[in-house]
């Protein structure tokens, strides 16, 4: 979380905590501040401090904090940079730093000024002296040579100030009013509208002069108590004035900003504002009680607010339950003109466009594009910026083709009771009026969109649509394909789609996805993996939908390809979904791929026997993720010491039992579909768990450096297999390979090995070790027991037979290399030593067994 530094160069007391625990200081904090902690904390001491110190402390801390928050929330860089605030401290005693518009007009700011852009230039800091004082022209000494030495004279009463300041005009509106002049009375906070010389005064209020009370409010009301949802009444009529602030930090009355605050007089306060404010009845026969009442009082609105659906309208003229809207209104004259071209429930489609849910003021409105939502759900795009010759703001709706619909000046910003109005000098049509066909038939539409590669191949399809029925489009952007001829994996498909124009065809309406109504907002995907059967006929083939986790939030994956806008541009029955990347279509099954990969050899044979084609593959389709261990997966690595390439043991166990077959299989299958590597679901450094076929709970870990290692909880990860190849795609699923098998665990496979060798057995068996010319009787028969019994064959007797020996091997703990406390004729089964002895005793008499075996007549 970014730490945001002491305010004032002062230490709170949430950062002394810090720096008593010795945490290390963020990095982030400005020079002077590291100073302070090197030279030791300034921690506000409250307790020499009165009770309305200790909250006026808190409150400008919490202040400060809210407002740095707001500045560096955004920013989501490893080190943020800190804010560059302005400095007014460098310029005099007692200036204070605004920001400067690019007209000139200064803009007040309820934090300290930092460095930000608005329509798309960077504001300026604007230093003057600070409330309540002005430049003096008598030098007072010091460093400054006009310092802001000359106070204010708080003493006169409120309208001599204005005037003072400038405003001549207006204060002779306001000298009607006695009130305001007289002593000990109430005191009022009086917004004072730009420009100076009141030369919009009379073209707003004419001879009305009584209405320009609407700018005085009872009480006394600093800057910083003026936060969004205050409303303060006016003294003409106790009609409202709505208080709101922008995010980063100016503040607005009835939608028009503060530009310099808190100037003191004998009876009130003093508020300079951008522009003259309307009252809420209205100046004429205009009506701002509500939003839907001033689109039907302004004549320049009326023929819109007609066309708006009765229950939207309901919704418009609804004050009491504190929902706001804004609503940018094209004019008459430009509404009129679509009468003729759509009927009344396309009309009402459209005016809906125009209104969005909250207060948005233009000074909300800053950024060089912002995107709002409007009523239907569709994205509105705003975009504001400077006009070079008179150095206003402009701003301007663009819509889905490019073209731009501009804020009329002096009707935007119309403020009623719960809501604004921007009047706009033509409507906007919206996506939702469009057909494919449409869009299709517009190319400079899908240009804009950046889309225009995809629907050129789409124009020369037949795309097997039909217009009574919903579909989504998964539409590749321009640099979609551009990823697609760059990408190694997929190249030789991107070839054939340069030539082969009914494979494009196909890959292009597999991007097509036919629905019942499921797939047209964001809001009714239902999860993972559902698959969608695509729009190419006579074929199984599938879209599979799954959505992954990001630190900027939820991200929609068709396949591979993700779509980081959440908002479809929805056209007339017909959803967008942009992606960056295209779909490969899959063309052959994923027993298909077995059969021709000629690695794959060893895990087709299992497949085939465990019948996962019938029995998994096709009840799966497409959520089929199938490992698939490579030949050189199942060498033995002991073999590999003796230079040798023999396979493990454990193949010969599922090629040879069905059942075993079975349970390995389903132990490798994943019923879902999930693509890896580096464009599929997993990021570096994550551990994800899957429940396999088998029941048997995978674990599915990628390093930070990419590598994929499969296994569950029992098995060592020394012996987790790696993943080689990710990514190939069947109609019916996908396969992963891995450079080893993947262990089955003792509950599904047990280990069974059952040898039967035939051995040619010579016994050899004498009365008594007390034999004639032979020394050391019981060491001779040991080594050479056939010849001594030759030699007495009246005390010794020798056989020679044929006999077949049958060993079964049980391992309880999954580990054969090493099998504790067996025979040396079971460890023959993985030597395969050429002979094995047997020496056992008998009574009195001793025995020896030799066994040589004969190799053709093993089987396993």
Request: charged residues 25%; contains cysteine.
């Amino acid at each position: 979380m970014f730490v945001p530094p002491p305010v004032s160069g002062t230490i709170d007391a949430r950062t002394s905590m810090k720096l008593a625990s010795k945490e290390p200081i963020p990095a982030h904090w400005p020079d002077h501040y590291r100073s302070v902690v090197v030279g030791g904390p300034q921690i506000l001491n409250y307790s020499t401090h009165s009770s309305s110190d200790k909250k006026m402390g808190v409150a400008l801390l919490v202040l400060a904090y809210i407002c740095l928050s707001t500045v560096t929330a955004i920013r989501f860089e490893q080190n943020p940079s800190p804010p560059q605030y302005a400095k007014p401290d460098q310029y005099g005693y007692r200036m204070c730093a605004s920001w400067l518009l690019a007209d000139g007009t200064p803009i007040y700011s309820g934090c300290d000024p930092f460095k930000t852009k608005r329509c798309g230039k960077e504001l300026e800091f604007d230093y003057r002296c600070c409330s309540g004082f002005q430049h003096s022209n008598e030098p007072l000494g010091g460093p400054s040579s006009n310092p802001c030495g000359k106070l204010i004279p708080q003493f006169d009463d409120c309208p001599s100030v204005i005037e003072e300041l400038g405003f001549r005009k207006f204060a002779s509106y306001l000298k009607n009013y006695p009130e305001l002049t007289q002593r000990n009375g109430q005191p009022y906070t009086i917004f004072v509208p730009l420009p100076e010389d009141g030369g919009d005064l009379d073209r707003i209020y004419g001879g009305n002069t009584r209405t320009v009370s609407y700018h005085v409010v009872r009480g006394r009301h600093y800057a910083d108590d003026l936060r969004t949802g205050v409303k303060l009444k006016s003294i003409y009529n106790d009609e409202d004035i709505e208080i709101s602030r922008t995010t980063y930090g100016s503040v607005n009355v009835e939608c028009t900003e503060i530009s310099q605050a808190d100037i003191e007089c004998k009876s009130g306060l003093i508020h300079i504002i951008r522009r003259p404010l309307l009252p809420r009845s209205g100046l004429g026969n205009l009506n701002k009680n509500s939003v839907m009442s001033l689109l039907q009082s302004n004549p320049e609105t009326l023929e819109f607010a007609k066309a708006l659906p009765q229950e939207l309208q309901q919704d418009l003229s609804r004050v009491e339950g504190g929902h706001f809207y804004t609503v940018t209104a094209p004019t008459s004259n430009s509404w009129s003109s679509l009468r003729g071209r759509y009927n009344r429930e396309q009309l009402e489609d459209i005016a809906a466009s125009h209104v969005s849910k909250g207060l948005k003021c233009t000074s909300n409105i800053i950024k060089g594009q912002q995107t709002f939502t409007d009523m239907q759900g569709q994205p509105m795009k705003v975009e504001c910026s400077v006009n070079p010759s008179n150095r206003q703001e402009i701003r301007k709706i663009t819509d889905a083709c490019g073209d731009t619909h501009e804020f009329v000046d002096r009707q935007s910003d119309l403020m009623a009771a719960n809501g604004v109005v921007h009047v706009i000098r033509s409507p906007v049509i919206p996506m939702s009026q469009l057909t494919l066909k449409d869009l299709m038939d517009r190319p400079e539409c899908a240009k804009f969109q950046n889309i225009d590669k995809f629907i050129n191949v789409l124009r020369e399809c037949d795309l097997y649509m039909d217009g009574a029925s919903q579909y989504a489009v998964i539409t590749p952007e321009n640099s979609a394909f551009d990823w697609w001829s760059g990408y190694a994996q997929f190249r030789p498909e991107y070839q054939r789609f340069q030539v082969d124009k009914e494979y494009r065809c196909e890959v292009a309406r597999y991007h097509i996805v036919k629905h019942n109504g499921n797939l047209a907002n964001i809001q009714d995907f239902s999860g993972h993996t559902d698959g969608h059967r695509s729009n190419n006929r006579n074929d199984y083939l599938y879209e599979t939908t799954y959505f992954t986790k990001g630190k900027m939030g939820s991200t929609l994956n068709w396949h591979y390809s993700p779509v980081n806008n959440l908002q479809p541009l929805k056209l007339k029955n017909t959803s967008i979904y942009k992606t960056s990347r295209i779909n490969v279509m899959p063309e052959k099954n994923i027993t298909n791929i077995l059969e021709e990969r000629k690695d794959f050899s060893h895990t087709n044979s299992i497949t085939k026997i465990a019948g996962m084609e019938e029995n998994v593959f096709k009840k799966k389709a497409p959520k089929n993720l199938y490992l698939v261990t490579t030949d050189e997966g199942w060498i033995d690595p002991r073999s590999r010491q003796l230079g040798k390439k023999l396979v493990s043991p454990e193949l010969a166990r599922y090629e040879g039992h069905a059942t075993l077959a079975e349970n390995f299989a389903k132990l490798n299958h994943v019923p879902l579909y999930l693509w890896g590597g580096d464009i599929g679901y997993f990021e570096k450094n994550s551990v994800h768990r899957f429940m396999s076929s088998a029941g048997v709970e995978l674990i599915f870990w990628m390093d930070d450096k990419g590598t994929m290692r499969i296994g569950y909880d029992e098995l060592p990860k020394s012996e987790w297999p790696k993943v080689v190849e990710y990514n190939l795609p069947g109609r019916d699923g996908i396969i992963w390979a891995l450079d080893g098998f993947l262990r089955c665990p003792n509950k599904l496979c047990a280990l069974q090995l059952e040898d039967k060798d035939t051995y040619t057995f010579y016994t050899a068996a004498c009365l008594t070790s007390d034999l004639e010319g032979e020394v050391d009787v019981k060491r001779a028969f040991s080594s050479k027991p056939t010849e001594i019994a030759k030699r007495h064959p009246t005390q010794c007797l020798l056989r020679t037979s044929l006999r077949t020996c049958q060993w079964r091997v049980m391992n309880t703990n999954n580990s054969y290399p090493y099998l504790p406390s067996v025979s040396p004729l079971s460890l023959d089964l993985f030597s395969r030593l050429p002979q094995c002895l047997l020496a056992f005793r008998c009574s009195k008499l001793v025995h020896l067994l030799s066994a040589k075996r004969h190799p053709l007549n093993r089987r396993s």
